[in-house]
């Protein structure tokens, strides 16, 4: 597609239920990254693919959280057992492959708050 | 481990005010240095970036060069626009000698008002 195109844009969900937010890269971008912005935290590293494999998940703050890419292209971030901290807007991005450098393409992010 | 590290916000300017956003960096490897800008109500944007020493980044009137010595990445533009007001990140992707990496870590972002 034409950018990175992530949904639901805004999700409200109870605490305790889980969640799955979809990231659709940019066609042909072999890498694609979870970013995390939230107002104490700014902007935080998550995970990233290379293709189908995650090479990096140091971001990812505890087991509840996962992330999958199939047929390198859509990717799911799945939090489960939602807590009121997971609350933030998840960004998605892209880039052509990892090489230091590239440009990095975000999505408009999924909002999502836990109550 | 790699940081980016920005001059605290925000910053309010008058409209053809010059404008300067400090940013400093330490990284392990040979890094790549990026300005990302947020617009109210938008994604982020990258608005530019500089991947070796030296280097001058420029886009819409902003620049910023990549000073290895002072490891600095300040980001500039001589008059700034009402339409600039916005909250800009400094970040790097590190890469690492014989190695693929362009994970991004970001600095805190700074909010910039711009009055008429």
């Known amino acids: 597609g034409a950018g990175v195109s992530q949904s639901p844009s805004n999700k409200v969900t109870e605490k305790g239920k889980d969640v799955e937010l979809r990231c659709d890269p940019i066609?042909?971008?072999?890498?694609l990254y979870w970013y995390r912005q939230s107002l104490g935290q700014g902007l935080e590293f998550l995970i990233y693919?290379?293709?189908?494999?995650?090479?990096?998940k140091s971001g990812l703050p505890s087991d509840r959280f996962s992330a999958e890419r199939t047929g390198g292209s859509v990717s799911t971030l799945t939090i489960q057992r939602t807590q009121q901290e997971d609350s933030a807007v998840y960004l998605c991005?892209?880039?052509?492959?990892?090489?230091?450098?590239?440009?990095?393409?975000f999505g408009e992010g999924s909002w999502l708050t836990v109550v | 481990g790699n940081s980016v590290t920005q001059m605290e916000g925000p910053v309010t300017l008058s409209e053809e005010a010059f404008l300067t956003i400090n940013c400093t960096y330490t990284?392990?490897?040979?890094?790549?240095l990026f300005w990302y800008v947020q617009y109210p109500g938008e994604g982020l944007q990258l608005l530019l970036k500089?991947?070796?020493?030296?280097d001058k980044g420029s886009n819409k009137g902003f620049e910023a060069t990549y000073r290895k010595e002072t490891t600095s990445f300040h980001l500039e533009k001589g008059s700034v626009q009402v339409s600039d007001s916005a909250v800009y990140f400094c970040?790097?992707?590190?890469?690492?000698?014989?190695?693929?990496?362009?994970?991004?870590?970001f600095g805190k972002g700074i909010t910039l008002s711009v009055r008429p």
């Open positions: 991005a892209s880039s052509l492959d990892t090489r230091s450098g590239n440009t990095i393409y």
């Open positions: 066609s042909g971008h072999t890498a």
């Open positions: 693919f290379q293709g189908n494999s995650a090479p990096d």
């Open positions: 990284a392990t490897g040979y890094p790549s």
């Open positions: 500089a991947t070796k020493a030296d």
């Open positions: 970040a790097l992707s590190d890469r690492v000698r014989g190695g693929a990496n362009s994970k991004l870590t």
